[in-house]
């Protein structure tokens, strides 16, 4: 037997859903994605760069020939983090 919600149960949740979407959308924007399965690869995921194009490892046997390069994920701190320089 399937388990369905009350009418206001179900209700919030699609309220709740028309929320979220748009601040996904905005988070994404952003971003680039995988031109096969369009999934914004994860800190630390190894990506194959074809020219501008941008392959996640998932995707990469989808692809016969090799990558112009190869790149690590990494979080928009990155950049902007305080090292420390040899004296």
Do not use: D, N, Q
């Not at 074809?50 to 990558?67: A, I, K």
């Amino acid at each position: 037997m399937p388990l369905t919600l009350p009418a206001p149960a179900r209700t919030r949740r699609v309220f709740e859903i028309s929320l979220v979407r748009p601040s996904m959308r905005k988070l994404g924007a952003g971003r680039r994605g995988c031109v096969h399965c369009h999934r914004t690869p994860l800190i630390g995921e190894t990506v194959f760069l074809y020219g501008e194009r941008l392959v996640c490892e998932l995707c990469r046997p989808l692809r016969r020939e090799p990558p112009s390069r190869e790149e690590i994920v990494r979080s928009a701190e990155h950049e902007i983090t305080v090292r420390r320089v040899a004296a």
